[in-house]
């Protein structure tokens, strides 16, 4: 469909698209539509399919099925108006990082000034130095610039973030959302769950080959976050001691108890119900349901949650 701007009004369209490798399905029939401007957050375990349908809504990899970008199939859609960053990019080592996006700018008949791809990956003062002495997290803001040298219409982001400290993953954040504010659509696919709260207009959670579930990160967390919790730091305490003391669920997950279904006005009534009835704790924390209980429980995994912040 073309909007009277002459636009898609769906900058990606995904029907029923499969993949295998020899007996793997990586991908097990998926359809998405993702509208011109919007970030879409694709995330999953590994394994899950995400870099198989980057590759194959990019044209990378054949799959069955149908796709269509900005109106067009992968393989034939005008490569001007598609940035891709891919998981796995080893640019040549002995390129300084201005080098390195003149390289890829002069790929292009029209392309955005170097100096300026290079302010906003944050690497104007590192331009001269060779790609194999920048930081990891530098080397990384050097790749995502490479994808961003067509100022595309559609950007595909593997894992932009990875490697990159907390100071650089805010400043790229800001980066997307301004790349969406002028229209850009982004796909990007991320483990970081705060992340893609952060950034994503939508959510899709791939598991084995299939979207288990769409939508926005408050729909989500509406339909599958469960309720609001207390987290315990208890060490020493069994779930089911917790559980009598309060007559309440308690269940244990990555070495502390959480008490289910706990308002925030219910906090004081629990704790002192715990220290009557004599319960060891070292700390607690309420919470409420993020992106991060959604995907726990329609993955069934369990996270290093102080990797997922
Ligand atoms: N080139 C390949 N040859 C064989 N199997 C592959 C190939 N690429 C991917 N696979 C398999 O397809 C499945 C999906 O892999 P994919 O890389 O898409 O997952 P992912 O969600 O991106 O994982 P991760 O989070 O680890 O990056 C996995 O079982 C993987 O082993």
Not at 51 to 61: H, I, P
Not at 228 to 254: F, M
């Amino acid at each position: 469909m073309v909007e009277a701007d002459g636009r898609e009004a769906a900058a990606l369209v995904a029907d029923d698209v499969r993949k295998r490798y020899g007996d793997t399905v990586a991908l097990d029939g998926v359809s998405l539509s993702i509208p011109t401007g919007e970030v879409f957050g694709l995330v999953g375990p590994n394994g899950a399919g995400k870099t198989t349908l980057v590759r194959a809504l990019t044209g990378t990899t054949r799959c069955e099925g149908s796709i269509r970008v900005l109106g067009a199939a992968p393989d034939t859609v005008d490569a001007h108006r598609v940035g891709l960053l891919p998981q796995s990019f080893n640019p040549a080592d002995r390129l300084t990082a201005r080098e390195l996006i003149a390289y890829y700018a002069g790929l292009y008949d029209e392309a955005r000034a170097v100096d300026a791809v290079l302010d906003d990956v944050g690497l104007a003062d590192d331009a001269d130095t060779w790609y194999e002495n920048l930081s990891g997290g530098q080397q990384r803001r050097a790749c995502v610039g490479t994808a961003l040298v067509n100022d595309p219409d559609v950007l595909f982001l593997d894992e932009p973030t990875t490697g990159i400290d907390p100071a650089g993953r805010r400043s790229l954040w800001a980066l997307i959302d301004g790349l969406a504010a002028g229209g850009t659509t982004v796909l990007l696919t991320s483990h970081s769950m705060a992340e893609v709260e952060r950034l994503a207009d939508r959510v899709g959670l791939l598991r084995d080959g299939s979207l288990v579930a769409v939508g926005s990160p408050d729909e989500l967390i509406a339909d599958h976050g469960g309720d609001s919790h207390l987290l315990l730091d208890a060490p020493a305490v069994e779930a089911a001691a917790v559980s009598a003391a309060l007559d309440a669920e308690v269940a244990e997950r990555d070495g502390r108890l959480v008490v289910r279904n706990v308002t925030l006005a219910d906090v004081g009534g629990v704790v002192a119900d715990l220290e009557a009835a004599g319960v060891d704790f070292d700390s607690f924390t309420w919470a409420e349901p993020s992106l991060e209980d959604v995907y726990l429980r329609l993955t069934g995994e369990t996270m290093d949650r102080e990797a997922s912040r």
